[in-house]
């Protein structure tokens, strides 16, 4: 496929050095065949997403291309698609996925659930050592959905059907309760961030509270009204390395990908603007997730994915996108 780049005009948002951001197609999925849920930028740049089929592919793309083809890492025929993906240690990455489809999401088949480690340490090039760690079940788990690292052994998964945040130990493939909260009803995304606060999505918005190494929670709040998918929150904290300003880019449940900024002294959102989506673009699907780029020239960079579903009801097939903001 040929990659596209398109022009988008940025609301004003403080500590911008420009108005605006470049959007370019890295991947266009065939039709109503392909739903593109989640993504992780490896330390080399290139992107990981997975894919909720069926096939359930995980795929990898190398923005550093023309344009980049969709590389096939792994295909999952155990299950009809995949969903979270977080990584744990340099390279390492765990990725989650159950019979969901496009067509039974809202009401996927009960038991399915499976978590999988994903090593390119071991292994050769895109051919990574792939393990089946745990296969979790009701009455904890009806479907994980995002991921996040707690440590290198402990990740945690929001499990959207309890309203709960899930345990698991990846060494054993132990889960349990972690967390649970009037704030998770319906968690999406979910984050551990670099701050110490564990922030998520769920029905209400974007909710924070503090993460403790005893794996325990302060209490929450709500920081951000709304209505999101999965979001990024940048490596170290909320800073980009231009202006030092936090933010971050959520995944809207509309066709849109929004940039919230925040307030340095108190940490609440003091500003969001739409950077990209059908507001300016005529075939842009409905918004899953985002991610920061990692390397040297992907500094001002985030990546998104789309389920490929247009606010029409019409289908264009999941895509992923390179946004860079200026």
């Known amino acids: 496929m040929h990659s596209n780049s398109v022009l988008f005009g940025l609301s004003a948002v403080a500590n911008l050095a420009s108005a605006t951001a470049t959007v370019r197609t890295l991947y266009q999925g065939n039709g109503s065949t392909t739903w593109v849920e989640n993504l992780r930028v490896r330390s080399n740049g290139n992107v990981l997403a997975t894919q909720i089929g ?14 980049p083809e969709a590389v096939l890492i792994s295909t999952f025929p155990s299950i009809l698609g995949l969903s979270g993906i977080t990584e744990v240690s340099h390279d390492v990455f765990y990725i989650t996925g159950a019979n969901t489809t496009g067509s039974n999401i809202s009401d996927p088949p009960k038991n399915a659930t499976k978590v999988w480690k994903v090593d390119f340490n071991q292994g050769d090039g895109n051919n990574p050592a792939i393990e089946l760690i745990a296969e979790p079940v009701l009455p904890l788990v009806t479907d994980f959905n995002g991921l996040t690292t707690f440590n290198e052994t402990i990740i945690l998964a929001s499990a959207t059907f309890q309203d709960t945040v899930v345990a698991m130990n990846v060494d ?18 979910i984050k551990a961030a670099a701050d ?80 990209a989506g059908t507001t300016n673009a005529t075939e842009w699907g409905k918004s899953t997730g985002c991610d920061f780029g990692r390397t040297t020239w992907q500094k001002n960079k985030v990546y998104c994915t789309t389920g490929g579903v247009l606010t029409t009801g019409s289908t264009v097939g999941g895509q992923v996108f390179e946004i860079t903001v200026y």
């Open 172 to 189: 054993t493939g132990d889960y349990w309760t972690a967390f649970e909260d009037s704030l998770m009803s319906s968690i999406n995304g």
């Open 54 to 67: 069926p096939p359930a592919n995980l795929l990898s793309f190398d923005p550093s291309q023309e344009d």
């Open 196 to 275: 110490g606060y564990l922030y998520w999505t769920g029905s209400s918005g974007l909710a924070r509270a503090p993460l403790y190494d005893n794996l325990t929670l302060g209490t929450a709040e709500l920081i951000y009204d709304g209505s999101y998918d999965d979001f990024a929150i940048s490596y170290n904290g909320f800073a980009l390395a231009q202006n030092g300003t936090r933010y971050a880019y959520m995944a809207s449940n509309e066709d849109t990908i929004q940039q919230l900024v925040f307030n340095d002294v108190t940490g609440n959102v003091s500003s969001a603007s739409d950077v």
